[in-house]
Nanobody, 120 residues
Framework: QVQLVESGGGLVQAGGSLRLSCAAS????????MGWYRQGPGKQRELVAD??????NYAYTVKGRFTISRDNAKNTAYLQMNSLKPEDTAVYYC???????????????WGQGTQVTVSS
């Protein structure tokens, strides 16, 4: 069994910063990629950023403001969010594509989500 546990969400004023963390644990052999998605009120879930190896990919709406990083030794991903805007308000979900021990195929796992609210 694999678990992703997110932390770091909360309420912040526009222009402020937050740092999200996502720790993966359990029956993990290797992690191919980790990422962050978000779902705002009345919206579909969308990719915010992901990282595979040393390569990061960002949604154009957060480029230059958000930074994704990963600590491979800790199986943990981080999302540093700066210059936050009210439109960044959403539930943020951690995602990992990984190979579990004994498995022959990559599988996708999701965290439970953490609320980020940006007030104007």
């Amino acid at each position: 069994q694999v678990q992703l546990v997110e932390s770091g969400g909360g309420l912040v004023q526009a222009g402020g910063s937050l740092r999200l963390s996502c720790a993966a644990s359990g029956n993990i052999f290797s992690i191919n990629s980790m990422g962050w998605y978000r779902q705002g009120p009345g919206k579909q879930r969308e990719l915010v950023a992901d990282i595979s190896g040393g390569s990061a990919n960002y949604a154009y709406t957060v480029k230059g403001r958000f930074t994704i990083s990963r600590d491979n030794a800790k199986n943990t991903a981080y999302l540093q969010m700066n210059s936050l805007k009210p439109e960044d308000t959403a539930v943020y979900y951690c995602n990992a594509v990984l190979l579990a021990h004994g498995s022959k195929h990559l599988e996708t796992y999701w965290g439970q989500g953490t609320q980020v609210t940006v007030s104007s």
